[in-house]
């Protein structure tokens, strides 16, 4: 007999946020906590990754951290404010003239044989953690969605998951 766990839609969701950073982080080669606060003072992950939730879970990884660097980039000189539905960032159409063999190397690099090593397994992972983190913490602190993921997101327990050494 299996066991089945049942996800919530909300934490299918808080999960999806957290791989649209963590993505966007590695696509980026920078920090987590760097692409997540730059998200979250230009709004996008209000304005632009929640409501958008149907349309943006549809697109593959590397079209989905594209499509958002291009959004952060549109702010990057902007009052760092996303105004939607004016912004480029609804116009999104998909991945630039990469080759789909740059695109391998970039999100398949792992030097062991064990697949669950994998950069994108690990972000799977670490995704779908902080996605159930933030719904128990908003759940258990009577607090908004976003204001847990913020809290989770800059928590020492949010550094200490993203350090090898301590874990992964």
């Known amino acids: 007999m299996s066991n089945v766990i049942n996800i919530s839609k909300t934490q299918i969701i808080m999960a ?31 304005k632009y990754i929640l409501p958008h939730y149907e349309t943006l879970h549809t697109e593959s990884r590397e079209n989905l951290a594209q499509g958002l660097v291009e959004c952060l980039e549109e702010t990057a000189n902007s009052l760092f404010s996303i105004n939607l539905p004016d912004s480029n960032c609804t116009n999104y159409t998909g991945l630039d003239n990469r080759s789909a063999e740059q695109e391998i190397v970039r999100t398949e690099f792992n030097t062991d044989d064990d697949p669950v090593k994998s950069p994108v397994i690990q972000e799977i992972i670490i995704s779908n953690r902080i996605g159930a983190i933030s719904v128990e913490l908003a759940k258990r602190l009577n607090i908004a969605l976003e204001k847990a993921l913020q809290l989770f997101y800059e928590s020492q327990t949010c550094a200490d998951l993203h350090d090898k050494s301590t874990g992964r």
């Open 16 to 46: 999806f946020v957290a791989t649209c950073i963590e993505t966007t982080a590695r696509w980026l080669d920078l920090p987590y906590i760097d692409v997540y606060q730059r998200m979250k003072r230009v709004g996008l992950i209000e």
